[in-house]
């Protein structure tokens, strides 16, 4: 006999009587979005790897008898076992390093530095380098960066130097901006077209661990181009907005804080000239009140809220202290062509009012809307 559930005197329905009602919903889920063809996944083991933010210098961290040098920067790079693979012990890795600079003006067009380096790894093996050549414990010395900060690009090869499909790499990346604050982020990553080694691709019997070659063009330049289009032997595409948390800058009364904005295009000839970009963006207070404003920036940049943004984004003028920023969709002069956005957003805290005077600080990696923006990266 089917049990009768019952509840003030009435008759419940039992799960085995609903069964043809739920059997009957259940199509509906299969509708549930999904993210665009060629969408790169950043959390997943990717081809190319991207860190946001890179500082040159070091700092003295502890204090006492634990006191130690370390770098501003510290970068890992690591990598697994691409899935659907099976890896050879100590299989070799080749990734080769970009060191992209922010320009010394930020509304014009400008020339964006650049300096690479190649560095060797294995599978789940993992390196450790910084750009300033600060002596580390298990460290790999590698070519400075020349500039004081901007964003740093990887992306696997083979012994020729020619990009190739490898969705294994992760990393991070450890910051220290004074000797008692210390921060990290991961990596962003970017996988290669998802097409397999059967289709025919070149073969590269000089690294036996990277079965297939990516494609890229040349540019009347002679320099190598990376082809983030989503395209057949390419890397996948990346988004050009972004949305996320922030906490207003309070440096009148506690707690003190004071928030950063770091962004970065893909859309980038390294060493050669940039055009400006331009971002507008919406922040909301924790009331939804909207103040509108808008930034421009070549290559890399970082922005204080109030200082460097706007000066309404504070506490005071905002009325609460923690909100939300929504980019429109990047563009880029002359044209205002659609153009990738990535990026952090940076907090710092301390006991005295002014972000010079952080002892701590935090980062959040921004939302974005799932819409991808085909881009090629120069590097020359």
Not at 14 to 39: C, E, I, K, R, V
Not at 190 to 203: E, K, L, N
Not at 307 to 317: A, K, M, P, V, Y
Request: glycine share 8%; charged share 15%; proline share 8%.
């Amino acid at each position: 006999m089917r049990p009768v559930i019952s509840w003030c005197g009435r008759r419940l329905p039992t799960l085995m009587s609903l069964m043809p009602a739920l059997l009957f919903a259940m199509p509906a889920f299969a509708n549930l979005a999904t993210d665009p063809a060629g969408l790169a996944d950043t959390a997943e083991p990717g081809s190319v790897l991207v860190y946001p933010k890179f500082s040159t210098g070091s700092v003295i961290a502890g204090s006492g008898a634990g006191a130690f040098v370390a770098p501003r920067t510290e970068i890992e790079l690591g990598a697994v076992c691409p899935a659907g693979r099976t890896c050879a012990v100590d299989e070799p890795i080749r990734v080769r390093v970009h060191w992209v600079c922010e320009p010394p003006a930020q509304n014009s067009a400008q020339v964006c530095q650049e300096t690479d380096f190649d560095v060797n790894l294995t599978v789940n093996g993992k390196i450790r380098f910084n750009p300033s050549r600060v002596s580390m414990d298990g460290g790999t010395d590698v070519t400075p960066a020349p500039c004081a900060r901007g964003y740093a690009i990887a992306w696997v090869i083979d012994n020729f130097g020619r990009p190739i499909k490898y969705d294994g790499l992760i990393g991070d990346a450890v910051m220290r901006n004074t000797p008692t604050d210390l921060q990290s982020y991961s990596a962003l990553a970017i996988q290669a077209w998802p097409g397999t080694t059967d289709d025919p691709f070149p073969s590269t019997p000089s690294n036996a661990g990277s079965p297939s070659l990516i494609l890229t063009g040349v540019d009347t330049s002679g320099a190598l181009v990376l082809p983030f289009d989503g395209g057949r032997r390419h890397y996948q595409m990346v988004t050009g907005q972004i949305s996320g948390d922030v906490r207003y800058d309070q440096d009148d009364a506690r707690p003190f804080a004071d928030t950063f904005l770091i962004l970065l295009t893909l859309d980038v000839r390294s060493n050669l000239l940039n055009q400006p970009i331009d971002v507008a963006l919406d922040f909301y207070n924790q009331k939804e009140v909207l103040e509108s404003t808008a930034i421009r920036f070549v290559c890399w940049t970082q922005r204080q809220l109030s200082t460097g943004i706007d000066s309404n984004l504070t506490r005071t003028i905002m009325l609460t202290p923690k909100g939300v920023v929504v980019s429109g969709q990047a563009v880029q002069e002359p044209g205002f062509t659609a153009v990738t956005l990535l990026g952090l957003i940076q907090t710092t805290e301390g006991d005295v009012g002014g972000s010079a005077n952080a002892v701590r600080s935090y980062t959040n990696r921004p939302s974005n809307n799932s819409i991808p923006v085909a881009t090629s990266f120069v590097a020359f």
